[in-house]
């Protein structure tokens, strides 16, 4: 029956090309919407945020109650919302506050009014702050003195050297998170000891860095820090991937880079932030960071222990959700042959969804050509008589069982898929007439598998084979 044959063929054609097309539109929507949602986060985050820095609520002492009055009534008519001003007793006190960071700046009035401040919060903040009291020193003295309490380091001019060295600790903690799910082989409390081996390698390096070229004071509890603001980036970062699964890195873009960067401190200290970024500022790891280097390495020590606690909640939070997810995977494990696979994968597979994850696709079967995908995955599939089977279908399923890719072996009986995830992957092979076939098989990053199949009639018995 030629005809039914030839009707059989099309039927499988119309069969792989249908999926196909539904994953080449998948695949266009998947590269679009990311750049995208990209686009707006810049968009509607940088730009409001550091667009125009100006104080937002920035805390400011001033010496005695009536010159609070007055200053208070005279920055609220230049800058509406912009300062909260509190008396202190003398000029001491003022200049104790802004070591201690309970105040931005202080103010003496008098004849020869003086300003202290502080560089290490960043010239920026420092400028801003001159400028507005600077006209109001005229209606309290001569000419306003500024003093500087806290300097940075010779090579810190801006102030901002900070935020630089800690977004170095925080954006590769994010990255090294999605190599992380990549490593199917490791189970989670080895991918645990990995994210501290390696924040503790960053902290050390950037420190000695840091400290060699002159760009940080020689303060060593700096590494601490460090280590934290990684740690709590690759941790949460990696417990939150398999609930986010194809949207994490808008997810994880989102918070450590798109909100992160511009609430840290660097362009625009917290207080001249908008009061919205402030709230940001207060919760994100990086921010928190930069905080703590402050006070560490310019304030003795003020002000560390709240931003210390808030990276170690990240941390925590992290290692909630990834015990969240090893207790999902443990009650949705089932089948027979789940206590076998107990030796080789101590951790289901999570899908891999970082920015170089490909989509799976069946490729022509010819020599590799420079330029062309390499493939994952090849084999043959033959009858019983090793004879070559054309147009067997071959399904590609991940861990899950979800079908990932559908392909039909050419005359020859071969086939090539490429863009499979690492882990474990079955193959299912069938043709008309003969009984199915199926393999398990573990694809490891930069390697190619081959599975080769042998097709049986569905009437026929397969051979023996001797030993176990």
Known sequence: MPGTVTDGHQIDADRIERPQRAAAARTLTEALWFPAALFLGFLFCFAPALHAPQP???????????????????????????????????????????????????????????????????????????????????????QLAVRDVAPTVS?????????????????PGYILATTLLRAVTFNRPRKLLTIMGVAALFSIVGYLVGTGLGYLPDKPWAMAIAFLLTTAVATFASGL?????????????????????????????????????QYVHAVMPLANAVDALRGELYFDGAGVLKPVLVLCA??????????????RHRRTSVGPDAASEQED?????????????????????????????????????????????????????DAKGHQLVSTATNTNGEYAVTGLPE????????????????QRRLLRSGSVIRADFALHDRHATPPRTSGT
């Not at 001159?130 to 209606?139: L, M, Q």
């Not at 090579?155 to 954006?171: E, Q, R």
């Not at 882990?423 to 199926?438: A, D, H, N, T």
Request: charged content about 15%.
């Open 314 to 327: 990240w941390i925590a939070a992290g290692a909630a959700l990834l015990g969240l997810d090893a207790w």
């Open 56 to 142: 937002h609520h920035a805390k400011v002492v001033v010496v005695g109650p009536a010159l609070e009055r007055q200053v208070d009534t005279a920055l609220q008519r230049h800058y509406p919302g912009g300062f909260d001003i509190t008396a202190v007793a003398d000029a001491q006190e003022a200049r104790r506050a802004v070591l201690d960071r309970d105040a931005v700046a202080g103010f003496t009035g008098g004849r020869s009014p003086v300003l202290y401040v502080a560089k290490a919060n960043g010239m920026s903040l420092e400028q801003a702050l001159t400028k507005a009291f600077t006209s109001v020193a005229p209606e309290h003295g001569r």
């Open 423 to 438: 882990g474990y992957l079955s193959i299912v092979v069938s043709s008309s007439g003969r009984k199915p076939v199926i």
């Open 155 to 171: 090579k810190d001019l801006m102030g901002t050297t900070l935020v630089y060295f800690g977004i170095a600790w925080s954006i």
């Open 345 to 397: 994968v101590t951790e289901p597979p999570v899908d891999d969804p970082s920015l170089e994850t490909p989509t799976p696709t069946a490729l022509p079967v010819h020599a590799h050509h420079f330029g062309e995908p390499v493939p994952a995955l090849v084999g043959t599939v033959s009858d019983a008589e090793q004879q070559s089977i054309g147009h067997a279908i071959v399904t590609v399923m």
């Open 241 to 277: 991937a398999p609930f986010t699964k194809q949207f994490f890195p808008a997810v994880g873009m989102g918070l450590f880079i798109v909100l992160s960067i511009p609430t840290s401190g660097g362009v625009a200290p917290a207080p001249l932030l908008p009061t919205f970024f």
